[in-house]
């Protein structure tokens, strides 16, 4: 088989793995926009985890392939090649980048389980009509206040067509990667036609950007309808909360050893977060 051929079709091997990373990415973010509702569970149901879980095997996947490769290179340099101490420098790196991932995947899945509206929420139902100190009070109030810092700290953006283009430019190489591929399979078709009469080939060489487009429009758009939806459900719980707030003020006179320990230990895991 001729050099361009074998571009070719390792381009396009290589855009059908994007093109089912594109289409789980815009089936998780569908899910995430359908699922948004404030359920029983607490600290897990309100929070979207879908499409977070989803990219947690492809990433898997690339450092796993890339550490095989990397092991089997410095194999090489340590029996085959007489450089040993080279083989070892390459495995002790591996060994740093492998954790490195771990780390990077245990941050990410982690990070989602911070302190939020529904939590401070429960906390106030679970007082009921006890009566508690205005320092607790105050406490309460930083509390509802980290929450707002990490929850509304982002600008709102409508899960239109043009939005979702906006943010397909915006949101880094992931999104936009697909189609670069998808030009790069068109152009290496072009390039393996030559002067060939298969216009049918081109024609389905010109197609794959265009199908991969599409696609990466139609998941940020639906990523942005799921960010609005659960925007719309913090919210709601946001206002429950506020309520609840401001009604147990109002009868705030003396402290309550309970709920104040639940409190102080609370707003020390959102300052460990955060920082």
Known sequence: METPWIVAAVLAGVWVLSLLFQLGDLGTS?????????????????????????????????????IGVGVDFASRLFFDLGQPLLGLVLALALGAAAAGAALVLIVGLVSDSAIDYRDLRDELRSAGTERISRDEIAGLRRWLA????????????????????????????????????????????????????????????????VLSGGLAVAGSQAFLRAEAAWRDVHEKQRAETVRLLTELERRSVKRNAGLGDRVTRALQILREQQG
């Open 146 to 209: 980290a929450i707002d810092g990490e929850r509304r700290g982002g600008r709102a953006r409508v899960p239109s067509t043009p939005a979702a283009i906006g943010y397909l430019f915006s949101a880094g190489i992931v999104r936009i990667l697909p189609v670069l591929i998808g030009l790069a399979v068109s152009v290496a078709v072009v390039v393996a036609v030559g002067e060939r009469q298969l216009p049918w080939l081109i024609v389905l060489g010109f197609l794959v950007p």
């Open 30 to 66: 569908t899910f995430d926009a359908s699922t948004a509702h404030d359920g029983e569970r607490r600290g897990r149901v309100s929070r979207q985890r879908t499409r977070g879980l989803f990219w947690v095997v492809p990433f898997a996947s690339v450092v796993l392939v890339g």
